[in-house]
C-alpha cells in the first residue's frame, strides 16, 4: 500500500523547516522535501552568513577604535579565510541543529526536488532517479533567488549576487553595488569595515527607501563617515567590461538637471532584489493563480488549487524569514482548524548595519497618509547612558501613537540592540496597547531599552532627559 503523508512540504527554509515541525507537533504524519542544504537561504545564503560576517566586521572595527576606551592594540589585521571559516561554521552548526530537530520530531528529510502533479502528487527528482509521494495536503515554501534589473550588461561574467559574494575568497580594494535596499547597505558596512572602497547606486531617492526617512537620512551619513560613496537616484545605464574592471554608467538625477557618472571596479555586485523561485515547480498542466510571478493565496494560504498551499517569498510580500516561519505556522494552523497564533499583520523589519535599524507598524509619514491624527515621541540616544558608556553612533528611537487613544501604532529605531528591543513594541502594537501602558513596566538601568522609555515619555510631554519643548 502507498505510503500517505498529511503534508508534504516542498522546501525546507525557514517557512518551510517550521511548518513541518509545527504539523509534526499537531500530530500531522510530514515530510519536506529539499534540494539543497536544510534552511534555505536564510541559513545558508542569506540572514545567518551576512550577520555571522556583520559581526566579524564590527568586532575589527571595534578593536581598531579600542583607544578611546583606553585599549590600545598595535598592528591589528584580520585574516579574511577565518572569518569565512567563522561564517561557515555558524551556518553549519545551526542547519545541523535543524537537522536534529526535524528528525526529533519524525518529519521525515527528503533530498530532491519536488513538483507538484497534476492530482496533487509531489514528484521528487533525486540522485537515484524519481519517486512518487502522495499528501492530502502539500504547502508550497520554495522561497526566492536574487533577481537581475534590466540593465544591459547585468548578465556579463563575474557580475556577482550575494551568492556568489559569500563565496568570494579575499576582500576586494574595491565594490560596486547596485541597490540600496537592505542587501546592499549590510554589504557596504561588512566590506567598508574591512577597508574596501563601496560605491552604492540606488534608483530610488534614498537608501532603504521602504522606511522611515530619518532613518534613511541617517544611515547615509553614517556610511559616508565609513567612507562609503553613495548615488541616489542613480539609474544606471549599461555595466561594461574593459580588462578586469566593470565601468558602471548611470544617470544622476538632480532637482534641476540630470548628470552621467561613471564609477569602476573588478567587482560589481547587484543586490536589486529577489523573485520568487517557481521553477519546475509546477509540471506542465498544473496551473496555480499567479500575480507577477508569485503565487496567489487566500487568507488561510490555499492556493487556487485546492489541497496546496503556500507561504514565504514565493507568495510575495515583505521577503523575511521571520515572516515565512509565522506564516508556515499559521497556515498549519488553519488546516488543522485551530485559531491563528501570530498577527501576521504586523511584521518587524531588520537591518543590521552599525547601529542597527529595525522598525514595526506605522511610521508618522503613514499614519498621516491614513489621515490618522497622531503624536510621535522621540528620544535621541546619546542621552542614554548605556550608549554614552559603549559610545554608540548618533540613533534614536521613535514612537507614534494615535492622539485620541494614545494606542502605539509604529516604532522605528536607530541605534544599538535595536533589532533585539523591536519585539517590545510588535507586541504593543498587536494587543493594542496604550503608551501609558508600555510606561507601567519598570526599565532596568542602565540599559538601551531605556530610550524606549523615553521616546513612550516624549508622546506625553515628560520625557525625564529630554531637554523641556519650547
Given at each position: 500500500?502507498?505510503e500517505?503523508?498529511?503534508?508534504l512540504?516542498?522546501g525546507?527554509g525557514?517557512?518551510?523547516?517550521v511548518?513541518?515541525?509545527?504539523?509534526a507537533?499537531?500530530?500531522?504524519?510530514t515530510?519536506v522535501?529539499e534540494?539543497?542544504?536544510?534552511?534555505?537561504?536564510?541559513?545558508?545564503?542569506?540572514?545567518?552568513?551576512?550577520?555571522?560576517?556583520?559581526h566579524?566586521?564590527?568586532?575589527y572595527?571595534?578593536?581598531?577604535?579600542?583607544?578611546?576606551?583606553?585599549?590600545?592594540?598595535?598592528d591589528?589585521?584580520?585574516?579574511y579565510s577565518?572569518?569565512?571559516s567563522?561564517?561557515?561554521?555558524?551556518?553549519?552548526?545551526?542547519r545541523?541543529?535543524v537537522?536534529q530537530?526535524?528528525?526529533?520530531?519524525?518529519?521525515?528529510?527528503?533530498?530532491?526536488?519536488?513538483?507538484?502533479t497534476?492530482d496533487g502528487?509531489?514528484?521528487?527528482?533525486?540522485?537515484?532517479g524519481?519517486i512518487?509521494?502522495?499528501?492530502?495536503?502539500?504547502?508550497?515554501a520554495?522561497g526566492?533567488?536574487?533577481?537581475?534589473?534590466?540593465?544591459e550588461?547585468?548578465?556579463?561574467?563575474?557580475?556577482?549576487?550575494s551568492?556568489?559574494l559569500?563565496q568570494?575568497?579575499h576582500?576586494?580594494?574595491s565594490?560596486?553595488?547596485?541597490?540600496?535596499?537592505?542587501?546592499?547597505v549590510?554589504?557596504a558596512?561588512v566590506?567598508?569595515?574591512?577597508?574596501t572602497?563601496?560605491?552604492?547606486?540606488?534608483?530610488?531617492?534614498?537608501?532603504?527607501?521602504?522606511?522611515?526617512k530619518?532613518?534613511?537620512?541617517?544611515?547615509?551619513?553614517?556610511?559616508?563617515?565609513?567612507?562609503?560613496d553613495?548615488?541616489?537616484?542613480?539609474?544606471?545605464?549599461?555595466?561594461?567590461?574593459?580588462?578586469?574592471?566593470?565601468?558602471?554608467t548611470?544617470?544622476?538625477?538632480?532637482?534641476?538637471?540630470?548628470t552621467?557618472?561613471?564609477?569602476?571596479?573588478?567587482?560589481?555586485l547587484?543586490?536589486?532584489?529577489?523573485?520568487?523561485n517557481?521553477e519546475g515547480?509546477?509540471?506542465?498542466?498544473?496551473?496555480?493563480?499567479?500575480?507577477?510571478?508569485?503565487?496567489v493565496?487566500?487568507e488561510?494560504?490555499?492556493?487556487?488549487?485546492?489541497g496546496?498551499?503556500a507561504i514565504?517569498?514565493v507568495?510575495?510580500?515583505?521577503?523575511?524569514?521571520?515572516?515565512?516561519?509565522?506564516?508556515?505556522?499559521?497556515?498549519?494552523?488553519a488546516?488543522?482548524g485551530?485559531?491563528?497564533?501570530i498577527?501576521l499583520?504586523?511584521?518587524?523589519?531588520?537591518v543590521y548595519?552599525?547601529?542597527?535599524?529595525?522598525c514595526?507598524g506605522?511610521?508618522?509619514?503613514?499614519?498621516r497618509?491614513?489621515?490618522?491624527?497622531?503624536?510621535v515621541?522621540?528620544?535621541?540616544?546619546?542621552?542614554n547612558?548605556?550608549?554614552?558608556v559603549?559610545k554608540?553612533?548618533?540613533g534614536?528611537?521613535?514612537v507614534v501613537?494615535d492622539?485620541?487613544?494614545?494606542v502605539l501604532?509604529?516604532a522605528?529605531?536607530?541605534?544599538?540592540?535595536?533589532?533585539?528591543m523591536i519585539?517590545?513594541?510588535?507586541?504593543a502594537i498587536?494587543?493594542?496597547?496604550t503608551?501609558?501602558?508600555?510606561?507601567?513596566?519598570?526599565?532596568?538601568?542602565?540599559?538601551?531599552?531605556?530610550?524606549?522609555?523615553?521616546?513612550?515619555?516624549?508622546?506625553?510631554?515628560?520625557?525625564i532627559?529630554?531637554l523641556?519643548?519650547?
Open positions: 500500500m502507498e500517505m503523508y498529511d503534508l512540504i516542498i525546507a525557514p517557512g518551510g523547516y511548518a513541518a515541525i509545527k504539523a507537533k499537531l500530530g500531522m504524519k515530510a522535501i534540494n539543497r542544504e536544510t534552511g534555505g537561504t536564510c541559513l545558508n545564503r542569506g540572514c545567518v552568513p551576512a550577520k555571522a560576517m556583520l566579524a566586521a564590527k568586532l572595527q571595534e578593536v581598531l577604535s579600542g583607544e578611546k576606551f583606553g585599549i590600545i592594540s598595535k591589528v589585521s584580520y585574516d577565518k572569518v569565512m567563522y561564517k561557515d561554521e555558524t551556518s553549519e552548526g545551526l545541523l541543529g537537522e530537530l526535524l528528525k526529533g520530531n519524525k518529519v521525515d528529510r527528503i533530498h530532491g526536488t519536488g513538483t507538484v497534476k502528487s509531489v514528484r521528487v527528482t533525486t540522485e537515484d524519481e512518487l509521494l502522495k499528501g492530502k495536503r502539500v504547502l508550497l520554495t526566492s533567488k536574487p533577481s537581475f534589473p534590466p540593465i550588461g547585468i548578465r556579463l561574467p563575474g557580475v556577482m549576487t551568492d556568489e559569500f568570494l575568497d576582500v576586494p580594494e565594490l560596486i553595488i547596485i541597490g540600496g535596499g537592505v542587501i546592499g549590510e554589504f558596512t566590506f567598508a569595515s574591512f577597508g572602497r563601496v560605491m552604492v547606486l540606488e534608483a530610488e531617492e534614498r537608501l532603504l527607501p521602504g522606511l522611515d530619518e532613518i534613511s537620512q541617517n544611515l547615509k551619513l553614517i556610511l559616508k563617515k565609513k567612507g562609503v553613495i548615488y541616489t537616484k542613480a539609474f544606471v545605464q549599461k555595466i561594461e567590461k574593459e580588462g578586469p574592471e566593470f565601468i558602471c548611470f544617470l544622476e538625477k538632480g532637482k534641476n538637471k540630470e552621467v557618472g561613471v564609477v569602476k571596479s573588478p567587482y560589481l547587484s543586490a536589486a532584489g529577489r523573485i520568487p517557481t515547480l509546477m509540471e506542465e498542466g498544473v496551473s496555480l493563480e499567479m500575480n507577477r510571478g508569485r503565487i493565496v487566500k488561510n494560504f490555499e492556493t487556487s488549487m485546492p496546496v498551499f514565504g517569498d507568495i510575495g510580500g515583505i521577503q523575511l524569514a521571520h515572516a515565512a516561519s509565522s506564516q508556515g505556522i499559521c497556515a498549519v494552523e488546516m488543522n485551530e485559531e491563528l497564533s498577527d499583520s504586523v511584521i518587524p523589519s531588520c548595519t552599525d547601529p542597527e535599524i529595525a514595526v506605522m511610521t508618522e509619514e503613514e499614519a497618509e491614513k489621515e490618522i491624527e497622531v503624536v515621541g522621540k528620544f535621541l540616544t546619546h542621552g547612558c548605556k550608549s554614552s559603549t554608540e553612533e548618533r534614536f528611537v521613535k501613537a492622539k485620541e487613544t494614545g501604532l509604529g522605528q529605531m536607530m541605534c544599538a540592540r535595536a533589532t533585539d519585539g517590545e513594541m510588535g507586541t498587536s494587543n493594542k496597547l503608551v501609558r501602558q508600555l510606561l507601567k513596566a519598570m526599565r532596568a538601568h542602565p540599559t538601551y531599552n531605556e530610550s524606549v522609555a523615553e521616546a513612550l515619555e516624549d508622546c506625553l510631554g515628560g520625557a532627559h529630554v523641556p519643548r519650547r
